[in-house]
């Protein structure tokens, strides 16, 4: 089958249509709502959405445009190793499992509308201004992604029609619409409907591959055309796999806008219900996206590194060809239109609460009113959209290497949260200095292109160096008015609050023994440097011994969030006192 664009005609024009003007009734709903709302509430709905919401919010956010198409192109590219996808998502929460539950514990208590609330808070102006950079960074490159996405889609689907150029325009002014009216509040409600509509769009990618002849026969294509795509990747390609599985599992729960909806939870027992939910819908996800890339290749061999990007568009279009009929393609379409919606919109949401709130009101203009913080949002939105449409405007790097890039830089704002929300140790100073020598190593390992031994990613080079001067430099300082400010502050890590009749002190996963080692032995299992090469043998559904063994691996991975939800557990014995609380978090 050779590969084709196929205008969807009618139908994706239809979908298309209706699901955009649901998205900005939404908008608009939710702004007849919070007229005359202050800022608690436009950018996070005053901590009023439950797990649902939030699950299929974050599930939308997490699973993007550049995910149906970028990954997927990514495993056609790289072959069956890249099963690195559904493990790295997944390691995504278990690094929120490390940084959320504290955080919205501190946030409940202090009443922190944004993370970078918590970052001035627990450290000083200094450390949440340079933290913010870096997140900001990788945020917005997130939200760029989705324009090329939307316009390779948007082109191809359209059978050419329709330029690249002119879908991500028509894109970017749907998202300023329903995101700068509804906020938070709106940002979260559409992103849940885009959720569901994206797994309904995923299960139709399953009868698709069914219906192009089936898995198994695409593996066969695979073996004959490609096999190096199916045998065991080499050792520097696994040590790569590894650098890419830590770089997500650190990298994602640091995403400014993956924060603002764990902060929008009210209450413990919803977050550990979100992370129940999404342990099980990740897996199915990224577990299908990957069989689509693998799938892809047996279909489409040979195609480029940008080409491939467009290898959901031609199935589609493959479908169609063979007689398939139109509604099914379009369907799917509306899935990845869905996807890139709600990702692009959640990130330049917080992108613009960023620059209002956190840098305008906090560091430009004190006394400035919520009124005109969230005017200014506004403005900032249309700033982020103009210059995501510039960038994009005409695309010349694959999506997966733009992914990349990002972490490079959001990782550096990782530790802060990682040590500073359990340890009162950590200081401001030695955590700023930490970012810049970090940043440093990172940008010039990148800059140099060094290779580093065992795939290791320049930006976990950076984390680490950045993570010495940290705890190095902190511990190094001793014990000052700083720590005990922290530990006043931290003492309410693991305490729900409010909550009836009196205060709730949990135990978090992270503070559990039991939660690393289990880790540790979850991660030693992922990449398979321990199978022997008879393993390359084919077995079922052609695919070699390898990646059933990867594949029972991944569920472990899963497992093991509902694992530390399950560990998570309220203090048997009586809530502790104050002192008591404070002097055991000054202790760690």
Request: charged share 10%.
């Amino acid at each position: 089958m050779e590969p084709r664009t196929v205008s969807l005609g009618g139908y994706i024009v239809v979908l298309t249509t209706i699901a955009l003007l649901a998205m900005l009734g939404i908008g608009w709903y939710s702004y007849r709502k919070s007229v005359g709302a202050d800022l608690d509430d436009f950018f996070s709905a005053s901590k009023s959405l439950g797990f649902i919401v939030i699950s299929l919010s974050i599930f939308a956010d997490s699973y993007s445009g550049n995910s149906f198409l970028g990954y997927s192109a990514a495993t056609y590219r790289s072959g069956a190793w890249f099963l690195a996808y559904p493990q790295f998502m997944i390691a995504g929460i278990i690094g929120a499992l490390i940084i959320a539950p504290p955080l919205v514990n501190l946030g409940q208590k202090w009443n922190y509308t944004s993370p970078i609330d918590y970052l001035e808070h627990r450290f000083d102006k200094r450390v949440a201004l340079v933290a913010l950079l870096f997140m900001i960074w990788g945020t917005f490159i997130q939200f760029t992604e989705q324009f090329f996405a939307m316009g390779y889609l948007g082109k191809v689907a359209s059978g050419g029609i329709l330029p690249y150029q002119a879908v991500i325009v028509i894109f970017g002014l749907v998202i300023l619409g329903y995101v700068g009216l509804g906020g938070f509040r709106g940002t979260a409600l559409s992103a849940a409907v885009q959720g569901a509509l994206m797994l309904f769009s995923l299960f139709l990618m399953l009868v698709l591959v069914g219906t192009l002849g089936g898995f198994s026969a695409q593996i066969d294509t695979i073996w004959r055309t490609a096999p190096s795509k199916l045998t065991l990747p080499s050792t520097s390609t696994m040590g790569s796999w590894y650098s890419i599985v830590i770089l997500v599992l650190l990298g994602l729960p640091t995403y400014l806008h993956i924060q603002q909806f764990y902060l929008g939870i009210d209450n413990a027992k919803d977050l550990k219900t979100t992370f129940r939910l999404q342990a099980p819908i990740f897996f199915f996800a990224a577990l299908t996206l990957w069989g689509l890339g693998l799938y892809g290749a047996g279909i489409f061999p040979g195609l480029g590194d940008v080409q491939a990007d467009k290898l959901v568009p031609y199935l589609l279009g493959g479908y169609v060809s063979t007689g398939g009929g139109k509604l099914l393609p379009s369907l799917i379409s509306l899935g990845v239109i869905m996807a890139t919606l709600s990702t692009a919109g959640a990130a330049v949401m917080v992108l613009s609460m960023a620059v209002a709130k956190d840098t305008y009101k906090r560091y430009v203009n004190p006394n400035a009113s919520d009124e005109r913080v969230i005017w200014v949002s506004r403005v900032f939105l249309a700033v982020f959209l103009a210059l995501a449409l510039a960038i994009s405007f005409t695309p010349d790097n694959t999506i997966w290497s733009w992914t990349q890039l990002k972490f490079e830089f959001l990782l550096q704002a990782t530790p802060v949260f990682v040590f500073g929300l359990y340890s009162a140790r950590m200081k401001s100073t030695p955590a700023l200095v930490g970012m810049f020598v970090g940043c440093a190593t990172a940008v010039s390992i990148y800059v140099a292109s060094i290779s580093i031994p065992f795939g290791l990613n320049a930006g976990l080079v950076g984390l680490a160096v950045n993570s010495v001067v940290l705890v190095g430099g902190s511990y190094a300082s001793g014990r000052d008015e700083e720590t005990e400010r922290a530990s006043a502050i931290l003492e309410y890590n693991s305490i729900e609050f409010p909550s009836e009749p009196r205060e709730a002190e949990y135990v978090l996963p992270a503070q559990r023994k039991v939660f690393w080692v289990g880790l540790a032995v979850v991660l030693a299992l992922l990449v398979p440097w321990y199978a022997p090469e008879s393993w390359n043998a084919q077995t079922a559904f052609g695919l070699p011994i390898w990646v059933w063994a990867t594949l029972g691996a991944v569920v472990l991975e899963t497992l093991f969030v509902v694992f530390g939800t399950l560990i998570w557990q309220k203090q048997e014995s009586p809530t502790s006192t104050s002192t008591e609380r404070a002097a055991s978090v000054d202790n760690d």
